[in-house]
């Protein structure tokens, strides 16, 4: 039987092993999670290209952008169960954009998004409810003021709604919080607080909340039901909350898959034959094929590593590239940018001048990554197959990540099924 590892269990690793499952289901498939990445950090909105970019086109030519979600893609959320796609429009018309709320004060528009986000596009003639609560991270007089200056027609207030039962969940994290309303009571709790706060209120209103909606219920489904509006999170990034429904996601669909995964680490890759010898925390793996999901920058699939780093006190004795992988053993395969070299001098690059997003372009840091065969490979390493944010071409999106992750899994399915025949 032959064997394909993953290594990266974030969005794009999880659409490969999908993908190669999927395409040959007699294929022996591990998914190595390790450590974590971008996915386990986002706050569970899916965008194929950075929302800003979307909307300066936009403002710019006055025209709104039509989209669609690949069918890929599409199955995967789906099959994941945690998204919520947007509805087709009218006569099979365009795809209807939600639109959310994020703790930056910002409506903006996005592609999928996790179920417990409030999409604002389903309040219209409603007053949307903050609650006043003391928590980190969460100052609702200043939300309401930036989110009321929005050229959408919505209206945001606060509310005095009680969302915190206990002393210490003032200052306990997003996290820990949304534990907490994975009980069923505490649930039925808050749902008979904001029917108080509903019922106190003229007109009609809808609820924003914090990342807090339980990490594996769907508690947002269950407070509508209960209040009879509109309930939903903000998006709030790095909060882990989404992180953690993912990860819970995940492991439910590769067991009905039958996708082996394994919490190891894997930092260093071999030649064994004709197999590949996947090394970390004292276990190996053997492979037949590889698709390299462990991420950029963010993820710690690329590390930033110019020549004056554990330089001698002398300083260094020569010049190179400042960014390595953090997977050893790939020898030929260099981290490199999308365009110029990144070398420069001994200290690398000068980041002040060329790290950073200006406007609607990307940052040098984030075009940082490996440049791929034709077929998506490694040049020195034919069934290797990098995949996601690691990827010098790939947009730090996250469907473009799982797109990419899925094309990949279906090529490497194929290859080692031709391989075995």
Known sequence: MNKLVVVGGGIAGLAAAFAAKRNNPALQVTLVTGRIG?????PGVLDDTPWDVVAEAERLTGVSATWSIDPGCAELLGELGIFSLPAAGT?????????????????????????????????????????????????????????????????????????????????ISDLELARRFDEPERVRWLGQQLLRAKQAHPGEVAFLLGPWLGRAADSASVLEAAVGAPVGEIVAPHSGTFGVRFERARERLCERLAIALSASEINRVERAGSELLLHGEGKSLEADGVVLATGGLVGGGIVFSPPSFGAPADGATKIGPSFELSLKGLEGAIATQHGPAFVGSAEGPVLDASAWPRGTQAGALEKVGLVLERDGSLRSFPLVFPVGDIVASCSRTMLTAARSGLTAGERAARILSEHAN
């Open 91 to 171: 006569e099979g018309g365009p795809l209807e954009r939600p639109l959310v709320a994020t703790t930056g004060g910002i409506l903006r528009r996005t592609l999928a998004h996790a179920s417990a986000i409030l999409d604002l596009k389903r309040v219209h003639g409603r007053t949307v409810l903050l609650p006043a609560v003391d928590r980190p991270h969460w100052d609702s007089a200043s939300l309401v003021r930036s989110l009321n200056d929005n050229a959408y027609g919505l209206r945001f207030e606060e509310s005095g709604a009680t969302v915190l039962r206990f002393d210490d969940e003032s200052f």
């Open 38 to 42: 971008a996915t386990s950090l986002s």
